[in-house]
């Protein structure tokens, strides 16, 4: 069965940082680009990063540049998202996906995406 697990969410203050995981099961993720993407209570559910399979080439969102770092580590089947400098406009439900291609689109859209994560909530809150 596959199964994409996120974890490492939670309630931080401005400025501070979270690593985010996202673990797999069921398949193999090297074979699969990755995507974080976000919704925030009445928004709509937006692209933040994408890593391609072998970990060569990854994308942002303008919001996040600088501040949010995407990786992989084959070896252990998972995704992580390091997130710093975190604002409050960054609170949102994370969610990552994987998408059925090696390869990242130059724009991290919620179609390329057909396996996803049940989300981690990330806070950031005085």
């Known amino acids: 069965q596959l199964q994409l697990v996120e974890s490492g969410g939670g309630l931080v203050q401005p400025g501070g940082s979270l690593r985010l995981s996202c673990a797999a099961s069921g398949f193999t993720l090297d074979y699969h680009a990755v995507g974080w993407f976000r919704q925030a209570p009445g928004k709509e559910r937006e692209g933040v990063s994408c890593?391609?399979?072998?970990?060569?080439?990854?994308n942002y969102a303008d919001s996040v540049k600088g501040r949010f770092t995407i990786s992989r580590d084959n070896a252990k089947n998972t995704v992580y998202l390091q997130m710093n400098s975190l604002k409050p406009e960054d609170t949102a439900a994370y969610y990552c996906?994987?998408?059925?291609?090696?390869?990242?689109?130059?724009?991290?859209?919620?179609?390329?995406?057909?396996?996803w994560g049940q989300g981690t909530q990330v806070t950031v809150s005085s």
């Open positions: 996906a994987a998408s059925g291609t090696r390869y990242c689109s130059d724009y991290i859209t919620q179609r390329d995406f057909g396996s």
């Open positions: 890593i391609s399979g072998r970990g060569g080439s990854t």
